[in-house]
């Protein structure tokens, strides 16, 4: 990757004063396009070895265009906030709106590379974290961010002599650390690795730009150039009517009438008084395990999904009494914000993600990318046929965080929706709760119900399975609701006391 | 994954008749269209647990369609000649042509889950398997292929009941091995190892369909069904007039002059004499190479590409001079035939991969995807943008076999080839060598130079490196060839031998 980078580039200053100045003109112009087109977000990424200029260059981005739209993240130590969140959360959150340019010192590369050169990682934990890398990246591209990945290169005998020269100078000294030069002789290890990691992580759709850093006007003028052309390129792309379909069909025509919510036996039995002991106790056991010491190095992300008037509200109040206000937070899905439709459709859901110690619960959730967008095409089909995998990804990262996940799909019959809706349109401070949309979505029973099938059979796994609930009774499904989240939670405090002790017994 | 085929999926047997006569008439009809589009071929990978039914499925999709355009290929022990070349090539020589349907009975699939289950591989190498997986389906989504991926399964209970059945009938007894008992200890494991693995290979583009195998009439239904509402799906899509660019520019607007071509001294010093010494010298070494014990297991894959009229084929005739013709061919790459144009574009080279003890020389080859496609406009520049990466798994295929790969660029000055091309119109026997083509191309000389920089940049690993050949003095660049390759021989019979030696010690 780096043999055009090797090269001895240069540009003098005569030429570098000319060119700078027609290119800040035209940046400046592509960027105030950029936010008229409103259509996309450009994404840019700064890496590559140390005293190879990328700081600099950050700076002169933001001096040659207007600042108050290009968003500079730089991302060194995790805060405190962010170390209690899965790794790629403190990325979602800084990810550029559309019609904004986006700058990410240093990104979700940066640790895996580190880790192998030190040999913390494998040869296999690395290639997971690249696949992992790519799948990110590739959701980024399809979601229609401008992915543009910068790499700056210095040979080590151009390495060697730019830290003595930072080092040299009492203004810059600062800026050389014991760990730079600690770096600097692992320069062979770190090409080594580098190397395939940049051609293994170039896509078509995003390239890694290897950018020579050693001379600061060459080094400018070709990330400036690049930047300005990748901009100018895609906003003279016309928005395209018609995209090729290259899914086949998820599922066959059935052949027969039997699935995963036709086989449940949805009267379950439960009286009014079952229900009140049943429920004292669940609730009691766990507002204990939400007290629990352990609990304040995990979190809880349920999912509550289930028909129109299946019962979600109600069996998440009866969980929600059993906890202390401050420790969770309702989040209720419906048609997205502004903000959030300047975004990947994930962003919205990361950015509730809870903190240790606490839960969120999200009435409706991504899952609508695979049911009302796919059954009222609010979206391609390519769009939610590639949401299963993104998916099972963004809940893989929580999992991998710790997140003790329980997801809910509560089911009713069509009569018993029938007779939910006329009693809601029937009682005065229930009528809310009814609209014309619950009419039209029974309409749809059938294709929803396939939606149904399609996302249990696809994003069901071992660590985050869909617990089916039989909800035409609704104290039956309450308890089973919650039963099945305390439940979660009181096995994640139990492994996470028995790993405790283990650590304890090594140390 | 198997939540919906773990139910008791059943059809009687009167809806079959009905039903499967139906759809074996529409089948065929599809089938016969598919001749008829010829824009694209379907290949069916036929997959899951044994006793499911898979070889009863692939005999009757062949009863059901017409058996001349299908083209079934079932995958057990590889043979010796599929042994001594890379693992992928039989998946390959065997893949359909435009316009037909294969079935693999067994896939690229099948060793990593069995290795994995039988923890032959760790977590981390199974990982790798996985996103090679994905990228060769990427490859042939990408390429047009319809990729239906069908996974055969019972539950625990089912596969029991089925595998005694057949063990007790004398008619099918021989069906049931040692092996397929042992496999069925494993169930659970095999579960822990195909659930992840079934959702991490599943794309919007190729998402594998879970079929329940235990009715033999609902997976027939099933199958049958699926392929066809595929086939109809596709071949009723209208060809995209254009497809939206999502690829940004690959290399900035450079900022100098200076790239790794016009970095070389073009004009090396040789003698005709020194020519001569040397010349004998490095075919001899060369010759011994090729007669070495250790060769018997290796191979040889050597690339000669270079500016028109560079002595590319000079250059290759003092390279076979000093082989036994037996032991190696040369492949000379124009434009692909029929039959290769019905193939993803890497199936012309993977074709003529040598046997172990064998050397393959190619006269241009698969570059010529990002070198004479990108800058003719052959393939659109998503095409070839994908290509490097495309090609970097090619070749590390190739590698991990044990391969010995020598690629050369032989690159001569502009005024150097305007006086080769005129002295090739003064000799009658050179005439044929110059045509108008080469004027053509000489045209867009910066644009091909560009390309072969990107090339070089891109494509260059550390065991298959760009060899960048100054060839305006032909006798140095024919001794460069030929010892480079040579040495790159030598070289790996010195590693083969000491890891013989290894072997023979630990032993």
């Keep these: 990757m780096f043999e055009s ?29 950029l936010m ?51 790794a790629q959360w403190r990325f979602w959150r ?3 709106p559309k019609g904004k340019i986006g700058i990410f010192f240093g990104a979700w590369h940066t640790m895996p590379i580190i880790q192998r050169v030190m040999g913390e990682i494998n040869e296999g934990e690395f290639a997971r974290e690249i696949a992992e890398i790519q799948r990110l990246e590739k959701m980024l591209c399809d979601e229609g961010v401008l992915l543009l990945k910068y790499w700056f290169h210095l040979s080590k005998g151009q390495q060697r002599k730019r830290l003595k020269e930072l080092a040299s100078d009492p203004k810059t000294r600062w800026r050389v650390t014991e760990r730079d030069w600690q770096y600097f002789k692992l320069y062979k290890k770190f090409v080594k690795v580098c190397d395939p990691f940049l051609r293994k992580t170039s896509t078509g759709e995003s390239p890694w730009i290897v950018v020579p850093g050693a001379n600061a006007r060459y080094r400018a003028l070709t990330v400036g150039r690049h930047l300005l052309a990748a901009m100018r390129e895609r906003l003279a792309e016309k928005p395209v009517k018609r995209q090729p379909d290259k899914t086949p069909p998820l599922a066959p025509p059935p052949a027969d009438r039997l699935n995963v919510l036709r086989a449940l036996e949805l009267d379950q039995p439960m009286t009014k008084a079952e229900y009140a002991k049943e429920l004292e106790k669940w609730q009691g056991r766990l507002n204990v395990a939400s007290r629990d010491a352990r ?16 019962g979600k509200g109600g069996a998440l109040r009866r969980v929600t009494g059993a906890l202390d206000s401050r420790s969770y937070r309702n989040v209720s899905i419906a048609a997205p914000t502004e903000e959030e439709r300047a975004q990947p459709y994930l962003w919205r859901f990361w950015r509730h993600l809870p903190r240790h110690g606490k839960f969120t619960f999200f009435d409706r959730s991504w899952y609508g990318r695979v049911l009302v967008e796919r059954v009222e095409g609010f979206c391609s089909e390519a769009d939610w046929m590639r949401a299963y995998t993104e998916i099972n990804d963004f809940e893989g990262a929580l999992l991998r965080h710790g997140v003790v996940m329980v997801k809910f799909w509560l089911t009713i019959s069509k009569d018993e929706q029938f007779r ?60 089973k609701v919650i039963k099945t989240l305390c439940r979660a939670l009181e096995g994640a405090l139990e492994r996470a006391g028995k790993a405790g002790k283990k650590n304890k017994k090594k140390k």
């Design 5 to 33: 980078a090797s090269l001895k580039h240069y540009v003098d200053k005569a030429v570098y004063r000319r060119e700078a100045a027609k290119l800040r003109q035209e940046l400046l112009n592509a960027q105030y396009d």
């Design 36 to 86: 008229q087109n409103g259509r996309f977000p450009v994404l840019m990424l700064i890496a590559g070895v140390e005293g190879a200029g990328k700081s600099e260059t950050v700076n002169l981005l933001n001096e040659w265009m207007d600042p108050r739209h290009v968003i500079t993240s730089g991302f060194f130590e995790p805060s405190d906030e962010e170390r209690e969140r899965p």
């Design 94 to 96: 800084a990810l550029p």
């Design 295 to 310: 609990f304040r190095s995990m979190s809880v992300v349920a999912v509550f999904e289930g028909n129109d008037a299946a």
């Design 420 to 479: 939910r809706f006329k009693q809601r349109e029937k009682i005065a401070f229930k009528r809310f709760k009814i609209t014309d949309e619950d009419w039209r979505n029974r309409k749809k029973w059938d294709a929803y119900e396939t939606a149904v099938c399609d996302m249990v059979d696809r994003t069901s796994t071992s660590l985050a399975p869909w617990t089916l609930v039989e909800a035409n009774n609704k104290y039956h499904a309450r308890i």
